[in-house]
């Protein structure tokens, strides 16, 4: 079992920065994979980046995101940051910390509750 809270989310203008912070139950070196993922209203839910814990700490950005948002992880706080810069108004959604374990080979997927960001142009 992981439980996640994310905090860091508000309103912010346009060009402007957040960072979010994903707090685990556990140790994330534990961990396979966590990642952020945001659902705009309407929207399905997307992946906005992913750290493979397990896998030497690669990260993967959606197309969207690079060169703006940097994920990074702190294993000593058992924390993942998102810190987005350059802030667009369909950057605007809430954001979800995710986090994979595998046991064996079957990834059981654990979910924060979400924190809002709100872009204004």
């Known amino acids: 079992q992981v439980q996640l809270v994310e905090s860091g989310g508000g309103l912010v203008q346009a060009g402007g920065s957040l960072r979010l912070s994903c707090a685990a139950s556990?140790?994330?070196?534990?961990?396979?994979?966590m990642g952020w993922y945001r659902q705009a209203p309407g929207k399905q839910r997307e992946l906005v980046a992913v750290i493979r814990i397990r896998s030497g700490g690669s990260t993967d950005y959606a197309d969207s995101v690079k060169g703006r948002f940097t994920i990074s992880r702190d294993n000593a706080k058992n924390t993942i940051y998102l810190q987005m810069n350059s802030l667009k108004p369909e950057d605007t959604a809430v954001y979800y910390c995710?986090?994979?374990?595998?046991?064996?080979?079957?990834?059981?997927?654990?979910w924060g509750q979400g924190t809002q960001v709100t872009v204004s142009s």
């Open positions: 556990r140790s994330i070196s534990s961990i396979n994979e």
């Open positions: 995710n986090a994979k374990v595998v046991v064996i080979t079957t990834p059981f997927p654990y």
